[in-house]
């Protein structure tokens, strides 16, 4: 499972976040996707529109709040599968290589959903597309602590997990166009930043609860409330209504040819030079530690010789990294740019990566990995809040699928990879090499457009 506790751009956990655009663009026209764009309002522009959806503050918004409260629970009901899982698969096998390798075909599954999901999402209903993925998760986790009654079935996780990353891939892109048409365009920024400060607050209560529960109860108890906590959202999406613009640019851009569609997102991305790096960046990136919290758990377990809980209570404090750094972010990327932010993120997280490998307590450990989460949070979201700066609202959905397909593409093999070298030479010199590399990343970041302080001020050429 990857490490985090909320999905950014830099690598992160299996929730979503909130998320969306904040740019308008032209619609397609019929030979092809347009991806240049004018008159293009910022996100200053779109929060000082006019309306009652401005004035109105979102703590009185009641289906913002019945959103916002749901979604928060399931993330914290997420931890619990977060921890449970990868310790099901140790506890029954006694192998990180297979720990790995069931990240790895999940990660796969995600990146194969990946490639339809923002097309979905623009063609159906967004509340109901939110509601049948809840309501498939659910029955699928479920399916994990009843037919454990009758056995260890390790094949059955190799079924429900890759096709419940599937799912949420498809949530997840979904999520992040829902959020605008709940909250308008003018609270959007206003929205994401509670969502995110929440779901971050959950993860850290929610590893612990799930270290106890799986240490009193068992593991597939611990599961169990995971799928639970799919009800609860599908419960709280089924009590709201998502608005849609039904005109304008999103209406014809679903008319294009299928593959015309599929692609959108990914030409998009290629067009511009500074979303273009960053993809690349983050790809290997994310082939470097999407198998981190496997490593973590593994050096906890079988090198320190800690119990399941400790697992619980170390992703626990290490999720304060997170609502620190999304507390941070704002104000660093407006202190030094976006480029220095960014870069020194990844340079930061990378040497975090190799303090891990030399971690030699519990609470080293923890500390360690906050600061890794920390920096992830900060460098995330930067990355997808230029990106929803710089895309045209009628592509952010097929924009953010591509951006995940492509940035997740090469982490199931780097998950199995990192698991492999841990097995084979031990966790330190796989930690090691995966912070050494990570700081590369950052220093070629240097001698690309991501160094630029303000790269949301770049223009895609037509």
């Known amino acids: 499972m990857a490490i985090g506790v909320i999905r950014c751009d830099s690598g992160g956990a299996r929730t979503a976040y909130g998320v969306s655009g904040e740019s308008r663009g032209h619609a397609p026209g019929r030979g092809g996707p347009a991806i240049h764009w004018t008159g293009v309002r910022g996100p200053v522009e779109e929060a000082a529109g006019s309306g009652p959806e401005v004035s109105r503050p979102l703590w009185r918004d009641r289906s913002f709040g019945i959103f916002w409260g749901a979604q928060t629970l399931s993330v914290a009901g997420d931890s619990f599968a977060l921890i449970a899982v990868p310790l099901l698969i140790l506890n029954v096998t006694g192998s990180v290589a297979q720990m790995g390798l069931l990240t790895g075909v999940s990660g796969a599954a995600s990146v194969v959903a990946g490639v339809f999901a923002g097309v979905l999402v623009d063609r159906f209903d967004r509340r109901t597309l939110l509601i049948v993925c809840d309501l498939v998760r659910l029955v699928l986790y479920a399916l994990i602590p009843l037919v454990w009654t009758t056995g260890p079935r390790i094949w059955l996780l190799y079924v429900v997990l890759p096709l419940a990353e599937a799912v949420g891939m498809v949530f997840q892109v979904t999520y992040v166009t829902a959020v605008r048409n709940l909250v308008g365009g003018g609270r959007v920024t206003d929205a994401n930043g509670k969502l995110y400060a929440t779901a971050a607050a959950a993860g850290i209560l929610g590893p612990m609860l799930a270290g106890v529960v799986a ?104 999720a304060v990294g997170t609502v ?19 870069i020194g993120a990844h340079a930061v997280a990378g040497l975090a990566i190799v303090g891990a490998g030399f971690a030699g307590s519990v609470w080293g450990m923890a500390v ?44 199931p093999i780097g998950a199995a990879a990192l698991t492999w070298g841990a097995a084979r030479f031990g966790a330190t010199p796989v930690f090691v090499l995966a912070g050494v590399c990570c700081l590369l990343i950052a220093v070629a970041a240097l001698f690309t457009p991501a160094r630029l302080r303000h790269p949301e001020n770049v223009i895609p050429a037509p």
């Not at 750094?325 to 202190?335: D, E, I, N, Q, T």
């Not at 997808?384 to 492509?406: C, E, K, N, Y």
């Open 368 to 411: 360690i990995v906050a600061l890794y989460l920390g920096c992830v949070s900060v460098a995330g979201i930067c990355s997808m809040s230029l990106r929803q700066q710089v895309t045209p609202d009628h592509l952010l959905g097929r924009v953010t699928s591509a951006f995940w397909t492509i940035h997740f593409s090469m982490g």
């Open 324 to 342: 620190i750094g999304s507390l941070l972010v704002a104000r660093l990327r407006a202190r030094v740019g976006f480029g220095p932010a960014w």
């Open 215 to 318: 240490g009193r109860f068992g593991l597939t108890a611990a599961i169990g409330i995971n799928a639970v906590s799919f009800a609860v959202s599908a419960i709280g999406v089924c009590l709201i209504r998502v608005p849609r613009d039904t005109g304008g640019p999103a209406a014809s851009a679903v008319r294009e040819r299928p593959w015309r569609e599929i692609l959108a997102g990914a030409v998009f991305l290629w067009r511009h030079p500074v979303l273009r790096v960053l993809t690349v960046l983050l790809s290997f990136f994310v082939f470097l530690t999407l198998g981190l919290t496997d490593l973590v758990i593994y050096r906890l377990k079988g090198d320190l010789g800690q119990p399941d809980s400790a697992v619980g209570v170390v992703l626990g404090i290490a």
